[in-house]
Nanobody, 118 residues
Framework: QVQLVESGGGLVQAGDSLRLSCAAS????????ISWFRQAPGKEREPVGT???????YYTASVKGRFTISRDNAKMLVYLQMNSLKPEDTAVYYC????????????WGKGTLVTVSS
């Protein structure tokens, strides 16, 4: 059973940077696809980006060039570096994992709240 715990959320101002962490346990991180999702108040959850087991990292258009996903497989950590934050980035951010590079996610964290003030 894979467990995921997000951390690093908080209140920041527009233009600031923030780094979220996702700590994984229960399976070797290099064998997991890790995706970041977010859910803004009153909106549906949406993907932010995906770090695949094989292949390049994908970002949704609204964050491309501002957000970067990286992973430290030895430390079992995945990071979401968020730069040039905007008020519309305000959301609960979730990390999720899958044992394959395609299809739905098998495991979810509980999320961490990011609030960007204008």
């Amino acid at each position: 059973q894979v467990q995921l715990v997000e951390s690093g959320g908080g209140l920041v101002q527009a233009g600031d940077s923030l780094r979220l962490s996702c700590a994984a346990s229960g399976r070797t991180l290099s064998t997991l696809r890790i995706s970041w999702f977010r859910q803004a108040p009153g909106k549906e959850r949406e993907p932010v980006g995906t770090s695949r087991i094989y292949g390049p990292t994908y970002y949704t258009a609204s964050v491309k060039g501002r957000f970067t996903i990286s992973r430290d497989n030895a430390k079992m950590l995945v990071y979401l570096q968020m730069n040039s934050l905007k008020p519309e980035d305000t959301a609960v951010y979730y990390c999720a994992a899958s044992r394959t590079d395609y299809g739905g996610m098998d495991y979810w964290g509980k999320g961490t709240l990011v609030t960007v003030s204008s």
